[in-house]
């Protein structure tokens, strides 16, 4: 992680004005899911390029939509062979040689397991790293005491989560029902709301207070239940890495336009552009 971060970082130079979503938030999960499944780092523009695909273009028709998801298929077909000929110890050959209940999984459950990896594991660290950098180049008190207290990164890090939540599941009704006095019907979809469980007075003091340093902090951001995400401690390291070198190159910087942070449409929300302007350097 720290090595992708410094690598990314590295490519700005001594830039002043730099885009933290898209030169350098957009770049990390990608990193960590294609190192994770095992994918050659040559492939790593081709894997970006499947990332948009899959995350940002979801206002396309469905048919369009999914004729551009031919190439990436492939690929994940082309990736699963190649890790069958020459096993390597990677999350790719693990799914391949696992068995579950004495057998082996599949060929199409493993691809369906890696490209739920990359959906699940991508634009929602990508999303959460980029609301905590834009949220501290608006509040530099917030950014000071983080740059010189760094133990408080950890429980930073949960209130990033709680307060900034990127993520927003559904559920399918399965019969007709009253839930707590909200009539729902078989076959209707119902959003999850984990961002406003996060806001919920009765649960947090100051709920809608950002305090880096709320030490009770029981959030909703990586869902309840059965399936909670499997990925939030991998999601919370990367987080956590990702800003420590961010602020540990960009000690101070703003936002050099406000009007020009652009956010993601969609269940997952976080900042797609945050021109930042870059105030100090180490
Ligand atoms: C800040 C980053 C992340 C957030 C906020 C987040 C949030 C969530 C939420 C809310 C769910 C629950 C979905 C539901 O109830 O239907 C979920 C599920 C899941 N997440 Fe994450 N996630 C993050 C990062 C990751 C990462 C890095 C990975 C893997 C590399 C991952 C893999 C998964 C998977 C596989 C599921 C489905 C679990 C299941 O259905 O049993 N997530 N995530």
């Given at each position: 992680m720290r090595t992708l971060c410094a690598k990314h970082l590295d490519t700005l130079g001594d830039r002043r004005e730099i885009d933290a979503s898209a030169d350098y938030a957009q770049f990390i999960s990608p990193g960590v899911i294609a190192t994770m499944l095992g994918f050659p780092e040559k492939d790593e523009d081709l894997f970006r390029d499947f990332v948009h695909l899959v995350l940002n273009l979801v206002d396309l028709l469905p048919e369009v939509r999914g004729a551009m998801f031919l190439p990436m298929a492939e690929y994940f077909d082309a990736q699963i062979e190649d890790h069958l000929q020459n096993p390597r110890d990677d999350f790719t050959s693990y799914l391949l040689n696992v068995e579950v209940g004495g057998q082996k999984l599949a060929p199409e459950h493993v691809r369906g397991t890696m490209v739920l990896t990359l959906i699940a594991g991508i634009d929602t660290t990508w999303s959460a790293i980029g609301s905590a950098i834009w949220h501290l180049a608006q509040n530099p008190d917030d950014l000071a005491r983080l740059v010189n207290e760094p133990d408080l990164m950890p429980v930073a890090v949960e209130e990033f989560l709680r307060f900034y939540a990127p993520v927003t599941m559904a559920r399918m009704v399965k019969e007709d029902m009253d839930f707590y006095g909200c009539p729902m019907k078989k076959d209707d979809w119902v959003l999850l709301g984990f961002p406003a469980a996060n806001r919920d007075p009765e649960v947090f003091e100051d709920a809608d207070k950002f305090v880096i340093d709320r030490s009770i902090n029981r959030h909703a951001a990586f869902g309840l239940g059965i399936h909670r995400c499997v990925g939030s401690n991998l999601a919370r390291m990367e987080l956590r890495v990702a800003i420590e070198e961010f602020i540990a190159r960009y000690p101070r910087f703003e936002l050099s336009?406000?009007?020009?942070v652009t956010w993601a449409p969609g269940q997952v929300r976080g900042p797609r552009a945050i021109p930042l302007r870059v105030l100090a350097t180490n």
């Open positions: 336009d406000p009007g020009a």
